[in-house]
């Protein structure tokens, strides 16, 4: 039988590294793992209470919404009126998805066809990438950059859909930006959201990394630009804000016509998130309005600690402003490695997991992702492991 999407696939790079530091483990040797983003911390007390208590009521066990019940979709809008001063309809401008990355991908089919196009950022979150070809469509891929120039970014994307042809539908972004940490202003959205209006073009913004930022930066929600009802739509997680990445809640909010086009679609493909799950997302998003600010502190502490231990044993990397990582461009004296070999190099002589830039893709050959997902202990091990390693850079 021919696979007919499957054979299109490039391998998963991430693979090989973490395949390196399971064999040394099996060694005997204790590898920090710093490569995949899986959050550590623990979901909010509440949430785990609340969830217990809702799964001990057998009419929960039922079928739930696919559109998510209506008091999680009210406490999503209350959420984003506290955080961002946005207004939302929860009957129409709000829906739940099974996470970002299933809410995303659906989208790319509600938006998209084959024949159609998207501007995605390169390097990229694989799925950005990936969910406009799952969905037939082509993927225009833009440099981001090296994670300090949003502006830059945002005028290679009105350029490229400018001079593309056919016109791209949808363009895909993210700030705090995966992997490069860059970070936009509400400025730098909006003038993207005026160049967008009065075009035929859907503005898709990932806003996975919305409360995880540092140094009294907050990050804009795209919906609160003039006009951003009219031409965008944001997908808003609790995997990172409130450390429930395997709960898999997440919303898309925005623009209401697309908003019900998902959820047509999604009431063909699923029943929603488990019943008690979005019962406790609820009290969670209604009750543990702090918490997103406390991991916040956490990952900041961590930041640090990786940051000056890199700068230490000379690593210049430059020191991210949101995200749970760091992008770090490859030192120049193993340059020429290219990210896979380089991260197959600190795993082995290094005790040290981390992800290869290239496996974001293009234009993250010359990078490593370092994901913060250790206690400054560990970190601080890790650079030991680093700077024993590298002799290179002594």
Request: with cysteine; net charge negative.
């Amino acid at each position: 039988m021919e696979f007919r999407r499957i054979p299109g696939l490039p391998p998963y790079v991430f693979t090989i590294i973490d395949g390196l530091k399971v064999e040394a483990r099996r060694a005997g040797r204790d590898v920090v793992d710093l490569g995949f983003g899986n959050p550590d911390l623990p979901s909010p007390q509440i949430a785990v209470d609340k969830l217990a208590e809702a799964a001990h009521n057998t009419r929960n066990h039922r079928y739930s919404a696919s559109r998510g019940i209506p008091k999680l979709r009210q406490a999503a809008a209350d959420h984003y009126l506290r955080r961002f001063g946005v207004v939302l309809d929860p009957e129409t401008e709000v829906i739940s998805t099974i996470g970002a990355k299933e809410g995303f991908s659906h989208l790319m089919w509600v938006l998209l066809q084959p024949g159609d196009a998207a501007i995605v950022p390169t390097p990229s979150y694989p799925i950005h990438i990936w969910g406009p070809y799952f969905a037939g469509a082509d993927a225009r891929q833009v440099p981001i950059g090296d994670g300090t120039d949003a502006a830059g970014y945002i005028d290679r994307v009105i350029e490229a859909w400018e001079l593309g042809w056919p016109k791209p539908r949808v363009v895909v972004l993210s700030f705090p930006h995966n992997p490069t940490t860059t970070v936009a202003t509400k400025e730098d959205l909006q003038r993207l959201v005026d160049w967008a209006r009065g075009k035929d073009v859907v503005l898709v913004h990932d806003l996975a990394y919305a409360d995880m930022t540092f140094d009294g930066f907050k990050p804009p929600s795209i919906m609160e630009c003039e006009g951003a009802r009219e031409v965008a739509v944001e997908l808003y997680s609790m995997t990172k804000s409130f450390s429930m990445a395997g709960w898999r809640v997440a919303f898309l909010v925005g623009r209401s016509d697309v908003v019900g086009a998902l959820a047509k679609l999604k009431s063909y493909l699923d029943y929603g998130t488990f019943g008690p799950i979005q019962i406790a997302a609820t009290v969670t998003l209604n009750e543990a309005t702090d918490y997103p600010a406390e991991l916040s502190e956490v990952y900041a502490s961590r930041r640090d600690a990786l940051c000056d231990g890199l700068d230490r044993i000379g690593w210049e990397i430059h020191r991210p402003g949101g995200t749970m990582f760091a992008w770090a461009r490859i030192p120049e004296p193993y340059r020429e490695m290219g990210s896979i070999e380089f991260a197959t190099h600190v795993v082995e002589e290094c005790d040290v997991a981390v992800s290869p830039g290239v496996g974001f893709g293009p234009g993250g050959d010359e990078f490593v992702r370092f994901a913060l997902i250790e206690n400054e202990h560990r970190i601080g091990q890790a650079v030991r492991g680093l700077k024993r390693g590298l002799t290179r850079l002594r």
